[in-house]
C-alpha cells in the first residue's frame, strides 16, 4: 500500500514539472479523418482553442449564488444553456428550501454582471428575488431528449 502511495505521489510530481516547463501546448489536426462519419458542416477541420485567463469555465459558475443590485442572495446559477455555439441562456434556481420547490428561470447573458473576485466569481443581476419568482419558469423535463 504504501509502494503505491509512493508511486502515485512520484508520479504526479514527474507530471508535475513536465507541465511546468512547458507553458505553451501545441495540438495538431489529424492528417486524414479517424472514420467515415459524414459531418453536417462537411469536410471542416476541426480547431483548436488556448483558453486565456479572462475565460470562464462553466462548470466552475455552476452552483454560484446570483445577487441583486443591494448585494443580497437571490438565487443560484444551476446550468447553461448553448444554442448554435453561443451561450443563449443561463439557468437560475429560486426559491424553495434545500432544493425542494425550487423553480428554475432562464436569464439573458447580456442582463448578467460578472466578475471574479477573491478567487470567486460573483454575478449580479438587476432584479428582485420577486421578479425572477414571477418570470417565465423553465422545466427540464420539456428540454431533455434522451
Given at each position: 500500500m504504501k509502494r503505491l502511495a509512493?508511486?502515485?505521489?512520484?508520479?504526479?510530481?514527474?507530471a508535475g514539472s513536465a507541465f511546468a516547463q512547458s507553458p505553451k501546448i501545441t495540438i495538431e489536426a489529424p492528417k486524414e479523418p479517424a472514420s467515415e462519419v459524414k459531418l453536417p458542416n462537411g469536410d471542416v477541420v476541426v480547431r483548436y482553442v488556448t483558453p486565456t485567463e479572462t475565460d470562464f469555465i462553466a462548470s466552475s459558475l455552476?452552483?454560484?449564488?446570483?445577487?441583486?443590485?443591494?448585494?443580497?442572495?437571490?438565487?443560484?446559477?444551476?446550468?447553461?444553456i448553448i444554442r448554435q455555439n453561443n451561450v443563449a441562456g443561463?439557468?437560475?434556481?429560486?426559491?424553495?428550501?434545500?432544493?425542494v420547490g425550487e423553480r428554475y428561470v432562464v436569464v439573458d447573458p447580456s442582463t448578467?454582471?460578472?466578475?471574479?473576485?477573491?478567487?470567486?466569481?460573483?454575478?449580479?443581476?438587476?432584479?428582485?428575488?420577486?421578479?425572477?419568482?414571477?418570470?417565465?419558469?423553465?422545466?427540464?423535463?420539456?428540454?431533455?431528449?434522451?
Open positions: 509512493l508511486i502515485t505521489v512520484l508520479a504526479a510530481t514527474i455552476i452552483d454560484t449564488k446570483v445577487l441583486n443590485k443591494q448585494d443580497q442572495a437571490i438565487g443560484q446559477i444551476k446550468d447553461i443561463i439557468v437560475v434556481g429560486v426559491g424553495g428550501f434545500l432544493g448578467i454582471y460578472m466578475r471574479h473576485e477573491n478567487g470567486a466569481w460573483k454575478v449580479v443581476v438587476n432584479v428582485t428575488k420577486e421578479g425572477l419568482m414571477a418570470a417565465p419558469e423553465f422545466k427540464y423535463e420539456e428540454h431533455k431528449k434522451l
